[in-house]
């Protein structure tokens, strides 16, 4: 059974700082395409961040370009999220998702088939 589970998320001040991780039981993990996705109340859920199976190719969604980073430790089936810089626009449930592909990361969440199921992002102003 595949199983995602988030963690990290909390209430933070805007400039604040908050680091998403995400533990995977997926085998073997470095065969998976992972990435973070949001929703906020009211929106769609969006991409933020995608990681390929090795590491070395990488997206980020224009807004959070510059103030988050995206990695993985594949040894330890570990995915993160760091987020500096946090904005009042940055509030939403974000998830983890793993798509099983050694192809560069795709960006629409309908490709990716496990997802976690979020940790709340909350950044006042």
């Known amino acids: 059974q595949v199983q995602l589970t988030e963690s990290g998320g909390g209430l933070v001040q805007a400039g604040g700082s908050l680091r998403l991780s995400c533990a995977a039981s997926?085998?073997?993990?470095?065969?998976?395409?992972m990435g973070w996705f949001r929703r906020a109340t009211g929106k769609e859920r969006e991409f933020v961040a995608v990681?390929?199976?090795?590491?070395?190719?990488?997206y980020y969604t224009d807004s959070v370009q510059g103030r988050f980073t995206i990695s993985r430790d594949n040894a330890k089936n570990m995915l993160y999220l760091q987020m500096n810089s946090l904005k009042p626009e940055d509030t939403a449930v974000y998830y983890c998702?793993?798509?099983?592909?050694?192809?560069?990361?795709?960006?629409?969440?309908?490709?990716?088939?496990?997802w976690g199921q979020g940790t709340q992002v909350t950044v006042s102003s």
């Open positions: 997926v085998r073997p993990f470095s065969d998976y395409s």
């Open positions: 998702a793993a798509r099983r592909a050694l192809t560069p990361p795709s960006v629409q969440d309908g490709d990716y088939r496990y």
């Open positions: 990681i390929s199976w090795t590491g070395r190719t990488i």
